[in-house]
Every structure is written in C-alpha cells, then in structure tokens.
C-alpha cells in the first residue's frame, strides 16, 4: 500500500513545482487536487496536457493513483456538468489516474428517489465512457447529501452495476456525520468496493482537514481495524489542507511527520 499526502497542501504551486516539492520530501505519489486540475485543464486539451504532465512525473518517478474530480461539480445538475465531468475523466486517464474522486451531488428540496434516478443516469454516463480503461469512480461520503454513509453508497453503486464505480472513505466527513457509524463498519460494509481514502482528523463539528493523533477526534484505531479487516491495498491518501496555513519551512517540516506517520500507520494495516 503505496501513501500521500493530496496534492492540495501545496495548491499554490504550479503542478510541476508541486510534484518537486513532493518527491523532495520523500513522497512518490500524491492524490491530484482540483485547484492542480484546472490549472493543467487551462493549458489546453485535456488528453494532450495530461500525457505531458504524467511524463514529467514519470521522468522523475512520481505517479498519481488517485485524482480529485471538479470538487464543486453537483453530479444531478444536468448533461452539461455530466460533459465537462467527462473531460476531467480524460484528463485523469491520460495521467493514470486510477481512482477518481466525485461528490455524490443533489437537487435541493427534491424527492430522495428523483435523486437517485437522475444520479444513476449520470453515474451511467460516466463510467460508460470509462469502458476500455482501468479506471473508478469513487463517490464519497458527503455530511448534508442524501446518501451520507456506507449503505446508501453501496445501494447507489449496486444500483448502477459498474465494475467502473466504487467508493472512497472521508473519514473527517463521517466524523461529523449526523447519524454516527463507526470507521470500521463503514469500511466493512463497503468491502471492496472501497478503492479510495481521504484520511483527515477533526473535532466533530465541522471538516477541518487536520492531520491524525492530533486534537481531533477521529476513532483511528478503529480505522486501522477496518482496513486491515478487509484488507484495503489502495491509496493512503491524507487529506489535510488544514495544516498548511503555516511558513513554507513548518509546512516542509510537517511532511517529514507525516510521512512517519503513514509509515506507522500502513505499516498497522498491513500487519
């Protein structure tokens, strides 16, 4: 099991500087954020800027199993979202992304199953034009949205019938879930579809993106447990743009700890 830190920690860096800042401090990988999306999605096509940057990466030996589909993007808002969501997806593929991230979206004040149907019809488009290819879609786990834990997740996924739709855990957003399910029966009940992490601590109040065993109050002994259960090998993937508000020299200090840190955790999941 490979880990990261998302690439958001440094968001205001162009990718390239990103990608060095990263490989300096001793990551080889990292989640692609939005912010590092659009700004490769500016410089031209998308399959064109993607091949690349996956060859300045891979020039240097860094990769990117996992990406950031457009975070405000609201999945049931219509074709026109479903048509640029697929060019991100074309960006991804031509950086080998494998798994990409997508919030599971919503009407306001609309029936929970008109929802639902207007959901699994846009999910079918998008994983229809991932035919062919390696990668998923992970929707996850969203406070406020109608399908905030793992069944309605799961139901959405099954709904679709998809080997190209998965699930990805946020275990900052399940900590301030209203209805309370624990790390590990998440995971559980997930299995293998889950084939993405955000990996971020809080207070259980609000999504503070804070790094782990610090004052949050995130259960990870219980996440711990969970994974090694089901035997998670995708991305460890720290979403904690929470911690970079401080000096460029503190936040280079912070991926030192944090890199530690996942080696201790992995390490606890694999056994």
Same mark, same amino acid.
């Given at each position: /099991?490979?880990?990261?830190?998302?690439?958001?920690?440094? /968001?205001?860096?162009? #990718?390239?500087?990103?990608? !060095?800042? &990263?490989?300096?401090?001793? &990551?080889?990988?990292?989640?692609?954020?939005?912010?590092? $999306?659009?700004?490769?999605?500016?410089?031209?096509? @998308?399959?064109?800027?993607?091949?690349? &940057?996956?060859?300045?990466?891979? @020039?240097?030996?860094?990769?990117?199993?996992?990406? *950031?589909?457009? %975070?405000?993007?609201?999945?049931?808002?219509?074709?026109?979202?479903?048509?640029?969501?697929? =060019?991100?997806?074309?960006?991804?593929?031509?950086?080998? +992304?494998?798994?990409?991230?997508? *919030?599971?979206?919503?009407? #306001?004040?609309?029936?929970?199953?008109?929802?639902?149907?207007?959901?699994?019809?846009?999910?079918?488009?998008?994983?229809?034009?991932?035919?062919?290819? !390696?990668?998923?879609?992970?929707?996850?786990?969203?406070?406020?949205?109608?399908?905030? /834990?793992?069944? $309605?997740?799961?139901?959405?996924?099954?709904?679709? $019938?998809?080997?190209?739709?998965?699930?990805?855990?946020?275990?900052? *957003?399940? =900590?301030?879930?209203?209805?309370?399910?624990?790390?590990?029966?998440? +995971?559980?009940?997930?299995?293998?579809?889950?084939? @993405?992490? *955000?990996?971020? !601590?809080?207070?259980?109040?609000? !999504?503070?993106?804070? /790094?782990?065993?610090?004052?949050? =109050?995130?259960?990870?002994?219980?996440?711990?447990?969970?994974?090694?259960?089901?035997?998670?090998? $995708?991305? &460890? =993937?720290?979403?904690? #743009?929470?911690?970079?508000?401080?000096?460029? #020299?503190?936040?280079?200090?912070?991926?030192?700890? %944090?890199? @530690?840190?996942?080696?201790?955790?992995?390490?606890? +999941?694999?056994?």
């Amino acid at each position: /099991m490979r880990y990261s830190v998302w690439s958001s920690y440094y /968001m205001e860096l162009s #990718p390239e500087a990103m990608v !060095d800042a &990263f490989l300096e401090a001793g &990551f080889s990988c990292t989640e692609l954020s939005d912010e590092h $999306g659009f700004m490769l999605l500016e410089r031209g096509t @998308a399959e064109k800027v993607g091949r690349e &940057f996956r060859a300045y990466a891979d @020039a240097r030996g860094f990769s990117f199993p996992q990406g *950031h589909l457009w %975070l405000r993007a609201n999945l049931c808002d219509g074709q026109k979202t479903v048509d640029i969501l697929k =060019n991100w997806l074309d960006l991804f593929l031509a950086m080998g +992304i494998r798994a990409a991230v997508l *919030h599971p979206g919503s009407i #306001p004040g609309a029936p929970v199953e008109q929802v639902a149907q207007v959901r699994r019809q846009a999910l079918t488009q998008l994983c229809g034009h991932l035919e062919g290819t !390696d990668m998923s879609i992970c929707l996850e786990n969203l406070p406020g949205s109608d399908i905030p /834990m793992s069944a $309605g997740l799961v139901e959405t996924v099954r709904a679709v $019938g998809s080997s190209h739709l998965g699930i990805c855990l946020d275990t900052g *957003h399940l =900590n301030f879930t209203a209805d309370k399910e624990s790390p590990s029966a998440f +995971i559980r009940r997930c299995g293998p579809l889950l084939q @993405a992490l *955000h990996i971020a !601590d809080n207070e259980g109040a609000s !999504d503070q993106h804070m /790094m782990p065993y610090g004052r949050g =109050n995130v259960d990870w002994e219980d996440v711990i447990r969970g994974l090694a259960e089901i035997g998670y090998q $995708g991305l &460890f =993937n720290l979403e904690v #743009p929470g911690e970079r508000l401080c000096p460029a #020299p503190v936040k280079r200090a912070k991926l030192d700890y %944090l890199k @530690a840190m996942c080696t201790y955790m992995v390490g606890r +999941i694999q056994g």
